[in-house]
């Protein structure tokens, strides 16, 4: 803890912003090069790192399948591909909504859990699959990426992220991301430019991608930070982004 007197030296907040801005820039330098993505995910899983079943979290899910009710309407909605399911707690509410729910993650521990928990729900189908390496070889209704494109460092993977994820719907269906808002004091930084931080970056990437057409956006506070929920209705067979945008 920085004790008071020290907050009142002068040029404090200077030596403040560059101290968080370099642990920012640390942590993605290390889950960009350093960190094993699996064994990190596990361990976040192991030491309970997030509460997926906190009333925050079923709030945020609760935004999110309303938006989806709003645009596409009904109670059937094909069939879904969640991309990093976690323990499957968000997996549930779409088993109730979708003829069928393939739901993926890297991390054998979350994978185990939501297996168990998705037990009664004949119509999911739990893989440990990593969509950093993986192919989807299926097509799909609707593709659910929350706070999944955060993991991911430099515009030639999220490139080639988002190819896969566009690519994946069929035409006429939805993407729904759900990614952090990354904090002002980071927006300007040259490493956030480089590096494709933050939600408002890549949801503005996936914008400009042909026939990806942005049907719904908002923003969900939660106490301690802000994500930003989308909707983006395939209308092109061939949707997929192109060139590197070092410049966003």
Excluded at 9 to 23: F, I, K, N, S, T
Excluded at 190 to 216: C, D, V
């Amino acid at each position: 803890m920085i004790p008071a007197w020290m907050k009142k030296l002068p040029g404090y907040e200077d030596l403040r912003l560059g101290y968080v801005r370099a642990r920012m820039l640390a942590t993605i330098v290390s889950e960009r090069w350093i960190v094993n993505p699996k064994k990190n995910a596990d361990r976040s899983h192991l030491i309970a790192e997030w509460d997926f079943e906190s009333p925050i979290e079923k709030q945020r899910h609760a935004r999110i399948l309303s938006a989806l009710k709003e645009k596409i309407g009904g109670e059937h909605w094909g069939d879904a591909l969640e991309v990093g399911c976690a323990e499957g707690s968000f997996t549930k509410e779409l088993a109730k909504r979708c003829h069928s729910v393939t739901a993926w993650d890297l991390s054998p521990v979350a994978c185990s859990r939501a297996k168990k928990r998705l037990a009664p729900c004949k119509n999911v189908f739990v893989e440990e699959r990593d969509i950093a390496h993986d192919h989807i070889e299926a097509k799909f209704d609707l593709l659910f990426a929350m706070e999944v494109l955060s993991y991911f460092h430099g515009w030639n993977q999220i490139q080639k992220i988002v190819n896969k994820l566009c690519g994946a719907l069929r035409p006429g269906g939805f993407l729904l991301v759900d990614e952090v808002k990354l904090p002002a004091e980071f927006e300007g930084t040259w490493w956030s430019r480089w590096f494709g931080e933050g939600g408002t970056r890549k949801i503005a990437y996936i914008s400009q991608i042909p026939g990806m057409n942005l049907i719904h956006q908002e923003i969900y506070d939660a106490p301690t930070y802000q994500t930003i929920i989308v909707v983006f209705e395939k209308r092109n067979a061939q949707a997929v982004t192109g060139g590197t945008p070092f410049s966003q």
